[in-house]
T-cell receptor
Framework: GAGVSQSPSNKVTEKGKDVELRCDPI?????LYWYRQSLGQGLEFLIY????????KSGLPSDRFSAERTGGSVSTLTIQRTQQEDSAVYLC??????????FGQGTRLTVV | GENVEQHPSTLSVQEGDSAVIKCTYS??????FPWYKQELGKRPQLIID?????GEKKDQRIAVTLNKTAKHFSLHITETQPEDSAVYFC????????????FGTGTRLQVTL
């Protein structure tokens, strides 16, 4: 596609359930990021994939969070046993080697 | 790893005035410095960037300056308009090592009439 695509756009889930968020990056982009943004706050780094290198998971807030990137393309962020504090907008971004990162529209997660 | 600090966190200017947002970075190897604008309810979008081989770059009313010695860079917006109201994020990375893009904490700019 022409840009970074995320699905779903909105997700409401019950506390304790698992959720999967999907990111489809721009074709050919080697780098992929996941960020979390709470209302009115900044960009909280979660995880960074770059080519075939081991991902930088240093931003994942707990072991309930995990992400994978299959075939160097699509990525899935999984949150297990969701908590109310997980409610936020989850943003995905991708880039090529010159650095410009392009963001998806985000997934708004609400845990009730 | 890279650490980016951004100031101020909020900025209010009158329409027509200039706005300046400043960022500092810690990794002297960083060579790419983009600025993103995030309007309410929308995704961050790249508005201007600068690479370490130049000291200044302009695009109409916006400009970015880079001081590699002091490890700081700034965004300048002249003749501000209400549509400039948004949150602005600076970032830094070393494209040579494909290090991750590290963002500042953001500046909320409010342009008042």
């Amino acid at each position: 596609g022409a840009g970074v695509s995320q699905s779903p756009s909105n997700k409401v889930t019950e506390k304790g359930k698992d959720v999967e968020l999907r990111c489809d990056p721009i074709s050919g982009h080697t780098a992929l990021y996941w960020y979390r943004q709470s209302l009115g706050q900044g960009l909280e780094f979660l995880i960074y994939f770059q080519g075939n290198s081991a991902p930088d998971k240093s931003g994942l807030p707990s072991d309930r969070f995990s992400a994978e990137r299959t075939g160097g393309s699509v990525s899935t962020l999984t949150i297990q046993r969701t908590q109310q504090e997980d409610s936020a907008v989850y943003l995905c971004a991708s880039s090529f080697d010159r650095g410009e990162a392009f963001f998806g529209q985000g997934t708004r997660l609400t845990v009730v | 790893g890279e650490n980016v600090e951004q100031h101020p966190s909020t900025l209010s200017v009158q329409e027509g005035d200039s706005a300046v947002i400043k960022c500092t970075y810690s990794d002297s190897a960083s060579n790419y410095f983009p600025w993103y604008k995030q309007e309410l309810g929308k995704r961050p979008q790249l508005i201007i960037d600068i690479r370490s081989n130049v000291g200044e770059k302009k695009d109409q009313r916006i400009a970015v300056t880079l001081n590699k010695t002091a490890k700081h860079f700034s965004l300048h917006i002249t003749e501000t308009q209400p549509e400039d109201s948004a949150v602005y994020f600076c970032a830094a990375t070393d494209t040579g090592t494909a290090s991750k893009l590290t963002f500042g904490t953001g500046t909320r700019l409010q342009v008042t009439l």
